[in-house]
C-alpha cells in the first residue's frame, strides 16, 4: 500500500480517494487531535479514531462502536488505549498529533505479526508541517533507548521460563490447599482461623502478582494462552476481572501519574497527590481535611482499596460492558471459596474470613504497588518521549530474593515500565543497560531501601495536604 501525505482537515486513501470535512455533524470536524483514551472524553458523533505511529496514521474506528475500537485476535493491548491513539474533532488553530511508535512496541513484541492488522487500516503520513503535542525531545536519548531494547532482544531478555512461572503458580494453589488444610485439620479456632488467613492473603498477592505477568503477556509466546492463564488466575483464584485489571492497568502503563488518563492517580477529592494539592488550594476546595491525609491514609487506603474499590469497580465494569464470561469466571470463586469454608464457619463466619482475607492483602497491595509512584512526579500532561515519561514517574527498590518474591519483582518498577512486557525474571539482567543509559543522559535512577520506600508514601502525603492547606490559606 502506497503512503499519502495527510494534510490539514484532508485525509487520502492509497485508492486516490479524498475524505473532505464531514457533512451535517456540526459537533465534528475533520481535524486530528490526540486522544490517549477516547472513552474518557465521551467522543460523540461517529468520531474517528486514529493511530499515529512514526507519523503514519491508522483508521482504528469510530467512538460509535465499543472502547475496544480495534482488536487484534488474542491480543487486547492494541484498542486506542496507548500512548497516542487520536480522535477526530473540532481544534482551534488545526489538528494536533502525539506520536506513539515506543510505547506501541513496548505493548506489542511481535511487531510483524501486528503488523498483518495494521496495514489494511494505513491511510497515510502526516504532513511535514502537522504541528505535534510531543514535547521536546533529545533524539540521542530515544535512538539510545531504542538500542537499548533491540540489545535486550538480542540477549533474548523477552524470553520467559517456564519453570519459573510454573513454580509460582504452584506455589500458590500449595498455599490455597495449606489454608484449607489448616482449618480441616487444627478447626476453626482464633490461631488456625488467623494462620489460615494469613496464607490465604499472601496467596492473593502472589496471584495479583501471576495475574500481572500474564497481562502483560510476559509468560507464553501466544497472546491468546496469556489471557486465558490470567483468566483463570484473575477469575477462579481471585474473582475478579482480567478485562477491568487489563482496562485500567494499561492506562496506567501508557501515561504513569498523569492526572485523568492514569487511573492509580486520579483519587482527587478522596487525596490530594501532586500537582492538584496547589489546584484544589487556590480554588478554595475542601472536601476532606487534605493537611492530615496522611493519616486518614492509613483508615480508608490499605485496609479498604481491595475490599471496597476495587470489588465495586469490578462487579460495575463487568456488568455495565456485559463480560458475562468475566462474571462467570469470578462466580467460580466465590462458589469455591464459601463452599470450602462455610461448613467450618457457617455463612457468618466464612464471610468474616473472606473480609479479613481481603483487607490483609489489601494491604499488601497498597503498599505495594504505590512505593514506586506516590513519592515521584504526579500531575499533568508534560508530552515527554516514553522512556523519559517512565523515569520521571517511577523508582525502584533495593533487590533480595525476598522483597523479589514479596513485591511480585515490582521492586525493579523502571525496567517493567520501560519493558512491560519482559518476563520478571530478566530484570535484574536489564537493570545495569538501564543504569547505564540513565547515567549516559543525566535522567535519575532512583532506587531506595524497601523501608524508606514506604515511609515515602506517608511522607509524599503529608507534603501534598501541606502544599494544599498552604496555597488554601494563602493564594
Known sequence: MSRHVLPRRVVTRSSGSIWPEPSGRAACSGSLLTSPFPWSSSPSCGETMMLCLDRRTFEMGHAGRVPGIFKIPGDESLSGRTFGSRRACPVPGGPVYQDCQDAFHAFHQDLN???????????????????????????????DFRALRQAAEDMKLFEAKPAFFALLLGHILAMEVLAWLTIYLLGPGWVPSTLAALVLATSQAQCWCLQHDLGHTSVFRKSQWNHLAQQFVMGQLKGFSAHWWNFRHFQHHAKPNIFHKDPDVTVA?????????????????????????HLYFFLI??????????????LAYMLVCMRWMDLLWAAS???????????????????????????????WFVWITQMNHIPKEI???????WASSQLAATCNVEPSLFIDWFSGHLNFQIEHHLFPTMPRHNYRRVAPLVKALCAKHGLNYEVKPFLTALVDIVGSLKKSGDIWLEAYLHQ
Open 113 to 143: 505479526f501486528v503488523r498483518k492488522f495494521l496495514q489494511p487500516l494505513l491511510i497515510g503520513e502526516l504532513a511535514p508541517e502537522e504541528p505535534s503535542q510531543d514535547g521536546p525531545q533529545n533524539a540521542q536519548l530515544v535512538e
Open 269 to 293: 477529592p478522596v487525596f490530594l497527590l501532586g500537582e492538584s494539592s496547589v489546584e484544589y488550594g487556590r480554588k478554595k476546595r475542601r472536601y476532606l481535611p487534605y493537611n492530615h491525609q
Open 301 to 314: 487506603g490499605p485496609p479498604l482499596l481491595t475490599l471496597v474499590n476495587f470489588e465495586v469497580e469490578n
Open 333 to 363: 470463586f466465590y462458589s469455591r471459596f464459601f463452599l470450602c469454608y462455610i461448613p467450618f464457619y457457617g455463612v457468618p463466619g466464612a464471610l468474616l474470613l473472606f473480609v479479613a482475607v481481603r483487607v490483609l492483602e489489601s494491604h
Open 379 to 385: 500531575g499533568h500532561e508534560k508530552h515527554r518521549d
